[in-house]
């Protein structure tokens, strides 16, 4: 009986310091868990500030090389003149494209005094435009009404004209949110 007895309470000291063990190994997880907690809430304020401080680059970078931003879009509104294609390909080259005109208020904000080339063509059929994201733009104008091969669109203060993709001209670039934010504009 005494055997029993002794094991009984030999297990019950073995189990009593387990229990002693967990609640110390229970109290040392609790304390890393603060410690991590702590530590994940500097790294984001890190992280947050970083951003803050890379947006506010990337706008001043943005601006210094002519990009400006309006609605969910970024612009490039060129002052040297190209061709329709070379246009497209600067645009392209920089992550964006010929700006597509969505509403009277992108109308509105590209159209000035200078005509744009902008990404409307109807260069694979003749009167069936499309933009350059390859969505139908279903009209008969802007229309060759110099008769001429005029398969490229640019926009001015009075509305879109269809002239030769050949004719040289400013163009504007369109960057929407889905594209990267990246420094491609300083390429």
């Known amino acids: 009986m005494c055997e029993i007895f002794l094991e009984k309470h030999f297990w019950f000291q073995q189990l009593?310091?387990?229990?002693?063990?967990?609640?110390?190994?229970?109290?040392?997880?609790?304390?890393n868990q603060e410690k991590l907690l702590t530590f994940r809430l500097e790294l984001l304020q890190w992280c947050k500030k970083s951003l803050i401080t890379e947006f506010a680059y990337g706008t001043e970078s943005m601006n210094k090389y002519g990009w400006k931003c309006h609605q969910s879009s970024l612009y490039f509104i060129s002052s040297e003149i190209k061709n329709w294609t070379e246009s497209r390909n600067y645009c392209t080259d920089r992550a964006a494209d010929l700006i597509i005109i969505n509403n009277t208020e992108e109308q509105n904000f590209s159209g000035g005094s200078d005509r744009f080339w902008i990404g409307l063509t109807d260069i694979e059929v003749e009167r069936r435009w499309k933009w350059v994201d390859g969505i139908s733009y279903h009209t008969e104008k802007p229309n060759n009404i110099q008769g001429k091969e005029e398969d490229c669109a640019l926009?001015?203060?009075a509305g879109w004209a269809d002239y030769?993709?050949?004719?040289?001209?400013?163009?504007?670039?369109?960057?929407?949110?889905?594209?990267?934010?990246?420094?491609?504009?300083?390429?």
């Open 155 to 157: 926009n001015y203060s």
């Open 164 to 187: 030769p993709c050949d004719y040289m001209s400013k163009w504007i670039c369109e960057k929407n949110e889905e594209a990267q934010l990246s420094p491609l504009w300083e390429r």
């Open 16 to 31: 009593s310091e387990c229990f002693e063990k967990l609640g110390q190994m229970s109290q040392l997880c609790v304390s």
